[in-house]
């Protein structure tokens, strides 16, 4: 059972936004940065977004991140049939002091 | 380029000790504001952190794994490396090395090797 908790799927048709929240505490995402990471079936975990709002370079600005209290969101805009995967948020958790991952979210593209 | 590569069994058998190491290339290992750790992903579900190491050794686990890991780092060899013991076909993952900056995120991964617990 993930620490963090995400929606299991969303979905939208092209060219439409995504939202995707992660839900926690206190002491990952109260107090910490997030960060989001994508999937692609069959391929390793890239790095979407970090330091909660900041994109490495070569993510395009449709992907952006935010953070509220405990709760954090991924957004998707413009969405395209290539942002079919599966996509994690982390951080680091105080109490348990480690790192911990989302249960993580799949985006269909309709 | 930051490059990692997994190496070791694709086969491990119930009760003995899964044992990967991760080559790092492109850049160096002795390196201030990041963590060389390891992450598995269980065939079909998601992401799990197993824990981390800094250059100098300090280390952190996840609780659930915490009594059964170890990852320790060569810094002569430029390769940190994994201990499971006791494994079970619950630990069967693909696993990970990766490196994170302190403040939580993942920017480099290996590829990934795919380690099976079975008899």
């Known amino acids: 059972q993930s620490v963090l908790t995400q929606p299991p799927s969303v979905s939208a048709a092209p060219g439409q936004k995504v939202t995707i929240s992660c839900s926690g505490s206190r002491s990952n995402i109260g107090d910490n940065y997030i960060s989001w990471y994508q999937q692609l079936p069959g391929t390793v975990p890239k790095l979407l977004i970090y330091e909660t709002i900041k994109r490495p370079s070569g993510i395009p600005d449709r992907f952006s991140g935010s953070k509220s209290g405990t709760s954090a969101t991924l957004a998707i805009t413009g969405l395209q049939t290539a942002d079919e995967a599966d996509y994690y948020c982390g951080t680091w958790d105080g109490s348990l002091s480690a790192h911990v991952f989302g249960s993580g979210t799949k985006v269909t593209v309709l | 380029q930051l490059q990692l590569q997994e190496s070791g069994p694709g086969l491990v058998k119930p009760s003995e000790t899964l044992s990967l190491t991760c080559t790092v290339s492109?850049?160096?290992?002795?390196?201030?504001?990041?963590?060389w750790g390891w992450i598995r992903q269980p065939p079909g579900k998601g992401l799990e952190y197993i824990g981390s190491?800094?250059?100098?050794?300090?280390?952190s686990y996840s609780p659930s794994l915490r009594s059964r890991v170890t990852i320790s780092v060569d810094t002569s060899k430029t390769q940190f490396s994994l201990r499971l013991s006791s494994v079970t076909a619950a630990d069967t993952a693909v696993y990970y090395c990766?490196?994170?900056?302190?403040?939580?995120?993942?920017?480099?991964w290996g590829q990934g090797t795919l380690v099976t617990v079975s008899s």
């Open positions: 990766a490196r994170h900056h302190h403040h939580g995120w993942v920017d480099s």
């Open positions: 190491s800094f250059y100098t050794g300090s280390a």
């Open positions: 492109g850049g160096p290992i002795i390196i201030s504001d990041y963590y």
